[in-house]
């Protein structure tokens, strides 16, 4: 329990403070340990003691550092001014960089794929999203990093610095080239890098006789636009651009993009000029193009044939052809919208012709079959060859039978019957008759049984003349089904074989 004690001149110090005070100065008659109850309330250890010295002594040497640290920041940065103070100090971009001007300057382009903007077939133009990289060596942008504190690149605008003019051969744009204002990244041993994105328009030209199916090569060609091969040689980094950061696109698909060197000498300039060409290689996602256009043409040539398979009697069979027509008709239309215009005829459009060609023809058949079945009484019968070959052996191929006929056999055909005089024919010479109820004096009644007789005959022929023709109608419907179809389904296999 702490009792009071006598004033003094050495009044007590707080405790946080009081583990900086000299023993010399503690009062008269205190405990060392202890502390007034007026004052903290509580006692103070010698582990505390110590733990207050080692925090002061950290909380010194936190501040030590924080006050150091911006004269590191700031060191190097003065260091950086003055490496570009002196780099800059008699630099300049309008010449070659090069110590000897007969000494050509290597530039090193490496072209990434980011994605596919637009590809025009009308128009022919190609838009891209590039990132192009740019290396050479400046002869002139050389230091020693120990001379500044171990400092060995640094990242100024491009606009300081010589750039090479290489541009786009085969670009589509109006507008002039315009460099990006993008850093380069400078090196001590004079290295120079230069990353830069660009949207570019080339020309490409588009080949859609393979349409939906087509595949297109085009080229970027990269050179410099003045300087020669002499002055100036660019070569490609590595055999291919990038595509790493490549975004799909959902009509095209991106085989690769091969990069290939020329040396080419152009009549108005006797130096050689080597540029750099990616080719570019797509292949059109065809599935839309299928589904949309070329599986309802597909369905509709497939259904044409069928109108040799509806009965005569229906009355139909002209109708469907004509319908059918009329739809390839209007989805050659919108075709026709779609398709890019080209010199030659796309895969689909020759798909379309075709089809369109044999429904015409088809429905033109329809009528001709349509004319034999209707072939009255008064027609002529079936000619001799016909019946041989056609209601004979074609009909057993291809079993065209009557009611109740077992297949593979036929009707025997018949030959017309030979007509005869309606008086019965020649008669024998009358013989004298004395007696006066014979029937052989009945002249008029002999006469008018015979015609009747003849009349019946005639009927029945012209009947059967007409069912044979209506069988001869029969027969070709069935031979012209198989035709058609086996027609439509070969062309419709020779276009979907080309998706797979």
Same mark, same amino acid.
Not at 363 to 389: E, F, N
């Given at each position: 329990?702490?009792?009071?004690?006598?004033?003094?001149?050495?009044?007590?110090?707080?405790?946080?403070?009081?583990?900086?005070?000299?023993?010399?100065?503690?009062?008269?008659?205190?405990?060392?340990?202890?502390?007034?109850?007026?004052?903290?309330? #509580?006692?103070?250890?010698?582990?505390?003691?110590?733990?207050?010295?080692?925090?002061?002594?950290?909380?010194?040497?936190?501040?030590?550092?924080?006050?150091?640290?911006?004269?590191?920041?700031?060191?190097?940065?003065?260091?950086?001014?003055?490496?570009?103070?002196?780099?800059?100090?008699?630099?300049?971009?309008?010449? #070659?960089?090069?110590?000897?001007?007969?000494?050509?300057?290597?530039?090193?382009?490496?072209?990434?794929?980011?994605?596919?903007?637009?590809?025009?077939?009308?128009?022919?133009?190609?838009?891209?999203?590039?990132?192009?990289?740019? &290396?050479?060596?400046?002869?002139?942008?050389?230091?020693?990093?120990?001379?500044?504190?171990?400092?060995?690149?640094? !990242?100024?605008?491009?606009?300081?610095?010589?750039?090479?003019?290489?541009?786009?051969?085969?670009?589509?744009?109006?507008?002039?080239?315009?460099?990006?204002?993008?850093?380069?990244?400078? !090196?001590?041993?004079?290295?120079?890098?230069?990353?830069?994105?660009?949207?570019?328009?080339?020309?490409?030209?588009?080949?859609?006789?393979?349409?939906?199916?087509?595949?297109?090569?085009? *080229?970027?060609?990269?050179?410099?636009?003045?300087?020669?091969?002499?002055?100036?040689?660019?070569?490609?980094?590595?055999?291919?651009?990038?595509?790493?950061?490549?975004?799909?696109?959902?009509?095209?698909?991106?085989? *690769?993009?091969?990069?290939?060197?020329?040396?080419?000498?152009?009549?108005?300039?006797?130096?050689?000029?080597?540029?750099?060409?990616?080719?570019?290689?797509?292949?059109? !996602?065809?599935?839309?193009?299928?589904?949309?256009?070329?599986?309802?043409?597909?369905?509709?040539?497939?259904?044409?044939?069928?109108?040799?398979?509806?009965?005569?009697?229906?009355?139909?069979?002209?109708?469907?052809?004509?319908?059918?027509?009329?739809?390839?008709?209007?989805?050659?239309?919108?075709?026709?919208?779609?398709?890019?215009?080209?010199?030659?005829?796309?895969?689909?459009?020759?798909?379309?012709?075709?089809?369109?060609?044999?429904?015409?023809?088809?429905?033109?058949?329809?009528?001709?079959?349509?004319?034999?079945?209707?072939?009255?009484?008064?027609?002529?019968?079936?000619?001799?060859?016909?019946?041989?070959?056609?209601?004979?052996?074609?009909?057993?191929?291809?079993?065209?039978?009557?009611?109740?006929?077992?297949?593979?056999?036929?009707?025997?055909?018949?030959?017309?019957?030979?007509?005869?005089?309606?008086? *019965?024919?020649? !008669?024998?010479?009358?013989?004298?008759?004395?007696?006066?109820?014979?029937?052989?004096?009945?002249?008029?009644?002999?006469?008018?049984?015979?015609?009747?007789?003849?009349?019946?005959?005639?009927?029945?022929?012209?009947?059967?003349?007409? &069912?044979?023709?209506?069988?001869?109608?029969?027969?070709?419907?069935?031979?012209?089904?198989?035709?058609?179809?086996?027609?439509?389904?070969?062309?419709?296999?020779?276009?979907?074989?080309?998706?797979?």
């Amino acid at each position: 329990m702490c009792q009071a004690q006598p004033e003094s001149r050495y009044r007590p110090h707080h405790p946080c403070q009081q583990s900086l005070m000299l023993p010399s100065v503690r009062p008269r008659g205190s405990h060392p340990e202890t502390c007034p109850t007026s004052c903290c309330g #509580r006692a103070m250890g010698p582990r505390s003691h110590h733990r207050s010295l080692g925090i002061s002594v950290s909380s010194l040497g936190l501040l030590f550092l924080f006050s150091l640290l911006p004269e590191c920041l700031g060191a190097e940065g003065r260091l950086a001014h003055k490496l570009f103070r002196d780099l800059f100090a008699n630099y300049t971009s309008a010449l #070659r960089p090069v110590a000897d001007t007969d000494q050509a300057l290597n530039v090193t382009l490496e072209v990434t794929l980011s994605q596919i903007i637009d590809m025009d077939e009308r128009n022919q133009v190609l838009t891209l999203y590039l990132w192009i990289r740019q &290396e050479w060596t400046d002869a002139y942008l050389r230091w020693d990093p120990n001379a500044y504190g171990g400092l060995d690149a640094i !990242r100024i605008p491009s606009s300081l610095v010589w750039r090479p003019d290489i541009v786009l051969y085969n670009k589509a744009d109006a507008q002039p080239p315009a460099s990006a204002s993008t850093n380069v990244v400078l !090196r001590h041993d004079g290295a120079v890098r230069w990353d830069a994105p660009a949207i570019t328009r080339s020309s490409c030209r588009v080949d859609v006789s393979a349409f939906p199916f087509d595949a297109q090569r085009c *080229g970027l060609t990269f050179g410099s636009w003045t300087h020669g091969g002499h002055q100036l040689d660019v070569r490609p980094r590595g055999a291919a651009a990038s595509l790493a950061d490549f975004v799909e696109n959902v009509e095209w698909r991106v085989l *690769g993009m091969p990069a290939r060197r020329r040396v080419l000498t152009y009549g108005c300039c006797s130096e050689p000029y080597p540029d750099v060409t990616f080719t570019l290689l797509l292949r059109r !996602r065809a599935a839309a193009y299928v589904c949309n256009l070329l599986l309802p043409c597909v369905l509709i040539s497939l259904l044409a044939p069928l109108a040799f398979h509806l009965p005569a009697d229906s009355g139909e069979k002209v109708s469907l052809g004509v319908t059918v027509l009329l739809a390839l008709t209007v989805f050659q239309l919108l075709l026709a919208e779609s398709m890019p215009p080209a010199e030659s005829v796309p895969l689909i459009g020759k798909y379309y012709m075709a089809t369109m060609t044999m429904v015409t023809f088809s429905t033109a058949l329809t009528i001709l079959i349509m004319k034999l079945h209707y072939c009255g009484p008064s027609a002529r019968p079936v000619p001799a060859w016909a019946r041989v070959l056609l209601l004979g052996r074609l009909a057993r191929g291809l079993c065209v039978r009557e009611r109740g006929e077992p297949c593979g056999q036929s009707r025997p055909p018949e030959s017309p019957p030979s007509p005869q005089p309606p008086d *019965g024919g020649a !008669r024998p010479p009358p013989v004298a008759c004395h007696e006066p109820r014979c029937l052989c004096r009945q002249e008029a009644l002999l006469h008018h049984v015979a015609t009747i007789a003849n009349t019946f005959r005639s009927h029945r022929a012209a009947q059967r003349r007409h &069912e044979d023709w209506k069988r001869l109608a029969r027969v070709m419907d069935r031979f012209f089904l198989g035709i058609f179809f086996s027609m439509a389904l070969v062309m419709s296999l020779l276009v979907l074989v080309q998706a797979l």
